[in-house]
């Protein structure tokens, strides 16, 4: 059974080394599809994908339809951005 791996990036600097060191790693078991956000796909399914597993951030990369835990950071969000003093006058 092929190992599937999918990868979640935007092509840029920060994600082009990630997408390179997964396929440099994978084996003959797996099965790598790589999702272009910035593109999107043509049925959209790379967004569903991206919602379903909870990718926050990119690059992302899940293995047999499960988020790894490397990435699975809750991204920005409102509360931690008013914790870090942001809108606040010093």
């Known amino acids: 059974m092929k190992r599937q791996i999918e990868i979640f990036t935007a092509n840029c600097p920060v994600c082009d ?8 790693l994978s084996c003959d078991s797996c099965k ?5 956000l910035v593109e999107q796909c043509d049925d959209k399914s790379c967004l569903t994908k991206m919602q379903e597993y ?3 951030r990119i690059p992302a990369v899940a293995v047999d339809g499960k988020l790894l835990e ?3 950071n809750n991204g920005i969000s409102k509360e931690k951005l ?3 003093g942001i809108g ?3």
């Open 70 to 72: 490397c990435c699975t």
């Open 32 to 36: 790598i599809t790589t999702y272009n």
């Open 88 to 90: 606040k006058a010093s």
């Open 82 to 84: 008013i914790e870090s």
């Open 17 to 24: 080394p990630v997408v390179k060191m997964v396929k440099e």
């Open 54 to 56: 909870g990718v926050k």
